[in-house]
């Protein structure tokens, strides 16, 4: 790790081997606590390169245990995180809606490390119990048509790294990482991301795996569909900007879409929205995020279907009968 260390404090950057070379490691925990620290710490204070993130991924998915869910046609809907908008779990939600409308969701997530409550932290507060079994997994997508593959179980790495990341508190490369690095590889993308830097890399990726996929940015910072101001979107059809009212039917303002203090709180946040109970505004950007997600899989005649859908299935119940189906499997 020294030399690598050095060669990085050159400001000189890793070729994809190498790059894979040192997660491999970290994975294996041949560095100590110290030398990863200082290694994350680079690339808090310089840009990734396409090669290093491109390594890091061979890495990750060579190593990950992997999800035999390749009988059923999935979507995942996630975030970079690391925005530090504290905003609820709009892409966890989103997948409830999604699953309730009829498509099945493979959900990767994990802890939060830059944010009060990650997809695991709500997931495990409500009641889930994290597995990497895969008669279980199979069993929750065919009665519910989602399942949760909590980052960790999957990844050695990451769970290498949690401890580090929580004590860091701040957006490491391990976000950019995450939604590259579904383990059951799903069929649909749907991502999140913080910056148009990153939209831009991910589009580079994304385009190379030759599976549909979209993109979202709000251009106020979020990584995801805000509804605070306008989105770039990003998919392998094209590009283009809407507006909130496009998207969602209004604007809305950052602090109606708070996550909350607490994982506690969050869960609640949670809870209610899927029961009809949110906000005018929490259900708004919830629903404009799972139609996003709807439309990319190309199942719908246009965004307003996909959108419509989104509403039927929280309105009617469908989005919560899926949690409910889901927590009762545990």
Known sequence: MKKILQLLFEHKTLDRTAAKEVLMHIGQGIYNEHEVTAFMTVYLMRSITIEELQGFQDALMELCVKADLKDFETIDIVGTGGDGKNTFNISTIACFIVAGAGQMVAKHGNYGASSISGASNVMEALGYRFSNDNEKLKREMEIANICF?????????????????????????????????????????????YSLEMARVYNYLLQKTGRPFTIIHSLDGYDE????????VISNKGESIMSAVQLGKRIVSAESISG?????????????????????????????NAAMALYCTGKFQDYESAYQASVDS???????????????LQ
């Open 225 to 232: 569909i805000s509804l605070t101001g306008d989105t770039k």
């Open 260 to 288: 909350g203090n607490s994982v506690a709180e969050a869960a609640k946040i949670f809870s209610n929205i899927l029961k009809g109970e949110g906000t005018w505004t929490q259900n708004a950007v919830a629903l404009a």
């Open 314 to 328: 929280l309105e009617r119940g469908k989005a919560n009968e899926a949690l409910q189906k889901l927590i009762n």
């Open 149 to 193: 593959l909590h980052a960790p179980l999957f990844h050695p790495a990451l769970k290498v790294v949690g401890p580090i990341r929580k004590n860091l508190a701040m957006r490491t490369f391990f976000n950019m990482l995450g939604p590259m690095a579904n383990p059951a590889l799903p069929n649909f993308q749907l991502v999140g991301v």
